[in-house]
């Protein structure tokens, strides 16, 4: 079974629009972090934010914030404003266990495109 | 800036030779990580590293083999590349006492003939 699910294989939104990539998590562990990349179509995987299994909390970073639903097992990044940018393949991931190496599982990705 | 390079960043090779791409960081983190990316299975890790000599499989590590000799140097090598290793390889460092966020070279294009 997928650890990490994401269901939208692509998703298109406005210029200055919010937009919310869905990502759904297995695990039985209390502890673990999920994350979500971003990789633009240079290449490149960036790192956006983080959100731990006992953060009470939503992160958020700048325009990026992630929708923490745990009895859900959902973990759903939302940008808000879209920009052209913004373009790009995201992926969620999951790292379980609290301690030791921390091995991150990912999902399949999402891409997202902005129009203008 | 994480200080990860990876070469070559594209290589063309023939089925059945081997290759070797090797990542460097500059940093001096303990963990390290090799992942292939493939259109439709997002990132699938292959082999890591959590110190000098010490690796250990990952979910695709049938004809990959791993070597740490030095903290900043984690080298793939693929001991006879068949066709179906053509990826993008990337790997990555991961910060200790961090969350477990990882940052990554800017990744190795292979395809093997």
């Known amino acids: 079974a997928q650890k990490i699910t994401q269901t939208q294989p692509g998703m298109f939104v406005q210029e200055k629009e919010a937009v919310t990539l869905d990502c759904t998590y297995d695990t039985s562990d209390q502890s673990y972090g999920l994350f979500w990349y971003k990789q633009p179509s240079s290449g490149e995987m960036i790192f956006l934010i983080y959100?731990?299994?006992?953060?009470?909390q939503n992160a958020t970073e700048g325009r990026y914030s992630l929708n923490f639903q745990k009895a859900r097992k959902s973990a759903n990044l939302v940008i808000s404003a879209s920009q052209l940018g913004d373009s790009a393949m995201y992926f969620c991931?999951?790292?379980?266990?609290?301690?030791?190496?921390?091995?991150?599982?990912f999902g399949r990705g999402t891409s997202l495109i902005v129009h203008p | 800036d994480a200080g990860i390079t990876q070469s070559p960043r594209h290589k063309v090779t023939e089925t059945g030779t081997p290759v070797t791409l090797r990542c460097h960081q500059t940093e001096n983190h303990r963990y390290m990580y090799w992942y292939r990316q493939d259109p439709g299975h997002g990132l699938r890790l292959i082999h890591y590293?959590?110190?000098?000599?010490?690796?250990d499989k990952g979910e695709v590590s049938d004809g990959y083999s791993v070597s740490r000799s030095k903290t900043e140097d984690f080298l793939l090598t693929l001991e006879s590349a068949t066709s179906s290793q053509t990826s993008v390889y990337f790997c990555a460092i991961q910060p200790s006492g961090g969350d477990g966020e990882l940052f990554f070279g800017e990744g190795s294009r292979l395809t093997v003939l």
């Open positions: 991931a999951m790292r379980e266990g609290g301690g030791g190496s921390y091995i991150p599982t």
């Open positions: 959100q731990g299994s006992y953060d009470e």
């Open positions: 590293s959590y110190g000098v000599k010490d690796t």
